[in-house]
């Protein structure tokens, strides 16, 4: 959840980490903190954004080639300057950062209270960290030995990095289910959450695997399993440009990723969708095209966003391969002690590849035999790493907190793997599946030109932006389009927003509607076409007020909304890539007209790395 970074070499450390941390603010904004060693640790630390931590420490003496950087989503403790990362065991001799939760942290605080140590926090890391000091202290031996024991006696999950005033010329680094990746220099290293804060510097980069410990110095990478064994690391290139994490004169990430939509999604489509040759080259499938083709039962797992991918792809899976698909929270997958047989698929998917409930989920089904094919954006990522098999969706990093362009990435990689398994299966005719791809194949032309103009979208926006509540509705393939609009909103404006099925409005719902309360329809032309429009008139007959998302030549439904936001003509299946692009900008534009921070919205944090 949180943003680490760390340096070590010959360059000024606090300006390498103040930049890496604006990067990976997305992971978290409650506050922020710096440690650097030069003739002992300085210790600068601020509740808020990373900005006001730059705000603090100007005059303050901000020298020294070693430092750690933090900036924090809250778990334990309120946001406040005390409860900020770095925080310094009570020797004062070793600071420390942590992105994860410490499950155990009472029973170890009640412990070090005996024995008289003090807190200044009420955070686990602090615990965490007077706890390996302690250790120290009891058994002698090296910091890195006395992490080591501490490791193997907490329960939860960790990545932290540790200095030592006595030894500024070490990092000392571990992760178990939260992210790391370290960025190789001449003469230097980088330490991050994700790779945003190391591109400009280099591309050589390794990810560090979960229970190991890395002993980073200017000239030297050392990693060690919990047993002290050394393990060779393995260097990774970056397929990443700097123009990518940046905002390329947009005025917010979000604005940028929802316009970078028809280039990401035609990334995730080129070399993999031929319709001239009638082919779907996706070597994920390829390699293991038997056991995917032959599942007796799909389990989706995921979170958010991901979630309504999944329940769209549940619909396009059961419709073209007509095998069974269940998708679930991965949250309440992992503790509710889910039948999982060996042979059942399951398909994990996640825009970070971190996401802390996916990845236990994933591993519980593992050792039941299951196989995992995962649908991730980060490579390199912990559920790539994991999974048996899967396929990138290419979106590209996505630093806005609310998915958009990687919500569109999962859906044509879903998509694609659809067609292709029912193409094997042979439960999809050739017709219906070369006309499918090219449906497929036009989709980021079709969402350029929704694009082209979204003054009706703003001025829609400005028109209900005092609103108190929404409801979006939606039938079949649309379902879940209106789900993620609803989650856009709640996400991005703080208004109070419920999707339901269509017809399920009837069946409470509807007792909210009144003439204040605005209703997104998503209607665009589908088998369901009718039965929705039957729903738009019992929401007008009870002065509703309609928003719709309609289909361009469509007659019926815009006549009978208050607002309406069309979309390109598509099949039914291909349709959610659409008509969900309208709804990320009315979230959008209701954020902007209510003057919030639509790329850091309150209480939230991009990548979910606590259960």
């Known amino acids: 959840m949180c943003g680490i970074v760390g340096y070590i070499g010959h360059r000024e450390a606090y300006p390498v980490i103040l930049k890496g941390l604006k990067r990976l603010e997305y992971r978290g904004y409650d506050s922020a903190g710096v440690a650097l060693i030069n003739g002992g640790l300085k210790v600068y630390k601020k509740k808020g954004k990373v900005a006001e931590l730059e705000e603090e420490v100007i005059g303050k003496d901000l020298r020294g080639h070693i430092g750690i950087g933090h900036t924090r989503w809250a778990t334990h403790g309120e946001p406040s300057d005390r409860n900020a990362h770095p925080h310094l065991s009570n020797s004062g001799e070793f600071a420390m950062i942590h992105n994860g939760i410490i499950e155990n942290y009472v029973s170890i605080k009640n412990d070090l209270l005996k024995k008289g140590y003090t807190f200044k926090s009420d955070t686990d890391t602090e615990v965490f960290l007077n706890f390996i000091e302690d250790i120290k202290k009891n058994n002698g031996g090296t910091l890195e030995e006395a992490l080591r024991i501490a490791l193997k006696r907490i329960v939860g999950a960790y990545c932290i990095l540790l200095i030592d005033q006595n030894d500024p010329e070490t990092i000392i680094a571990a992760r178990k289910g939260s992210p790391l990746v370290i960025g190789i220099g001449k003469g230097e290293h980088f330490l991050a959450s994700d790779a945003s804060p190391i591109i400009e510097y280099t591309k050589e980069v390794v990810y560090v695997n979960d229970y190991e410990i890395a002993i980073v110095r200017p000239d030297e990478l050392i990693l060690k399993n919990l047993g002290n064994e050394k393990q060779t690391p393995f260097i990774t290139k970056l397929d990443m440009e700097l123009a990518a994490i940046e905002k390329g004169g947009y005025e917010h990430f979000m604005l940028k990723e929802i316009n970078e939509q028809p280039e990401t999604i035609h990334d995730c489509l080129r070399g993999r969708l031929l319709p001239d040759s009638g082919q779907i080259i996706m070597s994920g499938i390829d390699d293991h095209l038997n056991e995917l083709k032959n599942a007796q039962r799909m389990v989706i797992v995921a979170c958010g966003t991901s979630w309504h991918a999944g329940l769209i792809a549940e619909y396009i899976i059961e419709e073209l391969c007509r095998i069974p698909v269940e998708v679930e929270y991965a949250s309440e997958f992992r503790y509710r002690n ?146 993620e609009g609803a989650l856009k909103l709640k996400e991005i404006s703080y208004i109070h927003a419920e999707g339901y099925p269509a017809a399920e409005m009837k069946h409470g719902p509807i007792a909210l509607v009144d003439e204040n309360l605005p209703v997104v329809f998503v209607a665009t032309k589908d088998s369901y076409y009718e039965k929705i429009v039957s729903n738009v008139q019992e929401i007008k007959a009870r002065k509703g007020k309609v928003i719709a998302v309609a289909t361009e030549g469509d007659d019926v439904i815009p006549a009978m909304a208050d607002d309406v936001m069309l979309v390109p003509d598509a099949d039914e299946i291909i349709a959610p890539l659409l008509s969900v692009v309208p709804l990320q900008l009315l979230s959008y534009y209701v954020g902007i007209a209510k003057g919030l921070d639509v790329d850091k919205p309150r209480n939230l944090a991009k990548s979910v790395t606590v259960e």
């Open 338 to 483: 889910p039948v999982v047989n060996k042979g059942d698929v399951i398909i994990a998917i996640s825009q970070s590849g971190e996401t802390a409930d996916t990845l236990v989920a994933l591993g519980s089904a593992k050792e039941k035999g299951a196989f995992i094919f995962g649908v991730v954006n980060a490579v390199g990522s912990s559920i790539a790493r994991l999974s048996d098999a899967g396929a990138y969706s290419h979106a590209g990093p996505e630093i806005g907190v609310a998915s958009t362009k990687a919500f569109t990435g999962q859906l044509a990689v879903l998509t694609m793997m659809a067609l292709k398994l029912g193409h094997a299966k042979g439960t999809i005719d050739e017709d219906r599946y070369i006309g499918l791809m090219k449906e497929l194949e036009a989709v980021p032309e079709k969402v350029r030109l929704i694009l082209e103009d979204t003054s009706n979208i703003k001025r829609i926006a400005e028109k209900y932006k005092d609103a108190h509540d929404f409801l979006f509705l939606g039938r079949g393939y649309n379902f879940p389009v209106a789900l």
